[in-house]
């Protein structure tokens, strides 16, 4: 059955330590994308990776790395120096094969069930 | 600054009338749109897209307008069924010069449907 699978589905962290997200996807899909989301908020880019070995900062990388040495994996590692921590992260793949819009059918990501990242 | 954005926070519908929500972008480089559901605690599920060679895209229950000139979206959703008070985001992709894969998403619209 293939899919996005995240984990932990909640997870606590002690102030000043690093804690790592797992993002695993079977749907052989090119690019994986971590997203977090605050109440009352949308879904806001962290990172991104189109490639393996490859990854962009998006809007709000401070404070987080990520590696993506396999197609199938997007770990997040949220640092000590993220001030702001607490919140739902959602990682997401998506294919990037064929012709692109407005002349080609793009394709939409696809999510993960998210972790809830909570402060001690 | 926002690039795409849904104006209304909430929108409550009575039972069985058609829900539609909206959504404003400002980047003339988006070329793709889509609209995405989501429960508290799971992540969004794709509803629908648009690409910007056309107005309309209909795919069951769910329909998308798109008006380029005025860059505006909307979902229309015939007819309104019970949930559970989901969440309608709406997100816009675009190709430039680097090929950039963002997709953008709005803040999103609660969907309250009445008895």
């Known amino acids: 059955d293939g899919g996005i699978t995240q984990s932990p589905k909640y997870l606590f962290r002690k102030e000043g330590q690093n804690v790592t997200l797992s993002c695993e996807q079977n749907l052989n899909h090119d690019a994986m994308y971590w997203y977090r989301q605050d109440p009352g908020q949308g879904l806001r880019l962290i990172y991104y990776s189109q490639i393996v070995n490859d990854f962009q900062k998006g809007d709000i990388a401070e404070g987080y790395s990520v590696s993506r040495e396999k197609k199938e994996s997007f770990p997040l590692t949220v640092t000590s120096a993220q001030k702001n921590p607490t919140a739902f992260y959602l990682c997401?793949?998506?294919?990037?094969?064929?012709?692109?819009?407005?002349?080609?059918?793009?394709?939409?990501?696809?999510f993960g069930d998210g972790t809830r990242l909570s402060i001690l | 600054d926002q690039q795409v954005k849904q104006n209304s926070p909430s929108l409550s519908v009575q039972e069985g009338r058609i829900s539609i929500l909206n959504c404003d972008y400002t980047?003339?480089?988006?070329?793709?749109f889509l609209w995405y559901k989501k429960y508290p605690a799971e992540g969004p599920t794709f509803l629908i897209s648009?690409?910007?060679?056309?107005d309309k895209n209909e795919d069951g229950r769910f329909t998308v307008f798109l008006n380029k000139s005025a860059k505006h979206l909307s979902l229309h959703i015939v007819p309104s069924q019970p949930g559970y008070s989901e969440v309608y985001f709406c997100a816009a992709s675009g190709t430039n010069m680097n090929r950039d894969d963002k997709i953008i998403f709005g803040k999103g619209t609660r969907l309250h449907i009445l008895p």
């Open positions: 997401a793949s998506r294919n990037l094969g064929g012709a692109r819009p407005p002349l080609g059918r793009d394709q939409p990501q696809h």
């Open positions: 648009i690409s910007s060679i056309k």
């Open positions: 980047n003339s480089m988006f070329d793709y």
